[in-house]
């Protein structure tokens, strides 16, 4: 069964730093493009950074340029989001998503969700 | 960036009845669009990829159609388990972007 479980998530001050991480299992990691997508309380999906399978290419929404990145180690099957400078708008669950094709594409697998909350 | 709207915003319907959701692109997405369902505490779950393929495993009571700006997510009779949160995503250019989604409700 394919599976993606995150982690990390936490109530962070404004300013601060976290670092989620995504454990994937049943299936191989390497070949695929995967994504970070947030949910703020009672809001819409936003499709915040996406990373291709050697971590060569990565994209962010403007929301968070500058600020996140992402990485991925395809030894341990685990991507990763460094959150930086972090804001009270950042404030959401985290899900990370793998897409259906090697090549990218739709979503088909979701985490659970680690919630990060930037308050102080 | 490529703004997505779906309509209606909420759809009250009854279980054996048909709901049919609208998702429209401000440019074309050409096939390029899927739909998610979302339950309240559970992250999205992929029914549509590329406009009109089911994804593994959803009923043959969801389908989609469309391409270009305008797409369909058709629940043809629903079950007590589809009341939820549908959205829409295009990925034919970065930002991904998600439709704000339409809301099937118990009538």
């Known amino acids: 069964e394919m599976q993606l479980v995150e982690s990390g998530g936490g109530l962070v001050q404004p300013g601060g730093s976290l670092r989620l991480s995504c454990a994937a299992s049943g299936f191989t990691f390497s070949n695929y493009w995967m994504y970070w997508v947030r949910q703020a309380p009672g809001e819409g999906l936003v499709c915040v950074s996406l990373i291709n399978p050697d971590g060569a290419i990565t994209k962010f929404a403007d929301s968070v340029k500058g600020r996140f990145t992402v990485s991925r180690d395809n030894a341990k099957n685990t991507l990763y989001l460094q959150m930086n400078s972090l804001r009270a708008e950042d404030t959401a669950i985290y899900y990370c998503?793998?897409?259906?094709?090697?090549?990218?594409?739709?979503?088909?697998?979701w985490g659970q969700g680690t919630m990060v909350t930037v308050s102080s | 960036e490529i703004v997505l709207t779906q309509s209606p915003a909420t759809l009250s319907l009854s279980p054996g009845e048909r709901a049919t959701l609208t998702c429209r692109a401000s440019q074309s997405v050409s096939r390029h669009l899927g739909w998610y369902q979302q339950k309240p505490g559970q992250a999205p779950r992929l029914l549509i990829y590329d406009a009109s393929q089911r994804a593994p495993g959803i009923p043959a009571r969801f389908s989609g159609s469309g391409s270009g700006t305008d797409f369909t997510l058709t629940i043809s009779t629903l079950e007590a388990e589809d009341f939820a949160v549908y959205y829409c995503?295009?990925?034919?250019?970065?930002?991904?972007?998600f439709g704000p989604g339409t809301k099937v409700e118990i009538k």
């Open positions: 998503a793998k897409s259906i094709v090697m090549s990218g594409g739709d979503l088909d697998v």
């Open positions: 995503q295009q990925r034919t250019v970065w930002p991904r972007t």
